[in-house]
Structures are given as structure tokens and as C-alpha cells.
């Protein structure tokens, strides 16, 4: 993990929730695409995942990850956006790229079908 992040608020509804993206290549791919509304869709009751309008970069990333419930990850073959609020196993082309910072992730595990929510720095 890099020394550095930057701050990002994902809102949801009239909710916000604050996270961090770390400095990488990956991370810095995600923020040039800030801000941006996007529809998520639920994935096996652990993750809530968007699909992004540009693939991001994995140059510098481990070929796969274990996220932990909090992550904010990068779903490499998909071109997905990740927020994990669930307990997810190791799977090649996932890339921790951040963390959400609020102790409340019921503002995301509460969304019971697809929501859109506003990503920006």
C-alpha cells in the first residue's frame, strides 16, 4: 500500500459515504474519471459493482486479491468499480484500490436492488 490517498465521497441517495483511493497507477486512472454517476447492481450478497466507462490500468497490481469488507476495489476483467460490504474470497483480476473510510456501509449492504450513486473527489 502506497503512503498516499486521496478523498472521495460516494453519494447514494441523500446519503454520503467517504472513502480513500490509494496512489497508484489504478487509483489515479479512477480519479481522471471523476466525477461520475453510476448504476450498481448487486453481486452474491457481498458487493455492490459498476461498470466503468474506461478500463483502468493494473500495471504495478498483484494479478489478484482477497478484499476485505470495506474495500473499494477495480474488477480488472469486467471493468468493474467494487464496493465490498460482504466477505469475499482471493479471485484473479481484482484490485484493492482504496478503502471506504465510513464506519457506515449500510448506506451501500441496505440497497436491496440496482441504485445509482455519485462518485467524486
Do not use: C
Amino acid at each position: 500500500m502506497q503512503g498516499h490517498a486521496t478523498p472521495i465521497h460516494i453519494k447514494i441517495g441523500d446519503r454520503t459515504v467517504s472513502a480513500t483511493v490509494r496512489d497508484t497507477p489504478t487509483g489515479a486512472a479512477l480519479l481522471k474519471q471523476l466525477p461520475r454517476t453510476l448504476e450498481f447492481e448487486d453481486l452474491n450478497g457481498a458487493e455492490k459493482v459498476a461498470k466503468l466507462p474506461k478500463e483502468l490500468p493494473m500495471k504495478g497490481m498483484p494479478e489478484g486479491d482477497n478484499p476485505k469488507v470495506g474495500d473499494l476495489g477495480y474488477y480488472a476483467p469486467w471493468g468493474n468499480l467494487v464496493l465490498y460490504y460482504g466477505d469475499v474470497d482471493y479471485w484473479d483480476g481484482i484490485g484493492r484500490i482504496g478503502r471506504i473510510d465510513s464506519s457506515d456501509l449500510a448506506a451501500i449492504s441496505g440497497q436491496s436492488g440496482d441504485f445509482t450513486a455519485t462518485v467524486a473527489r
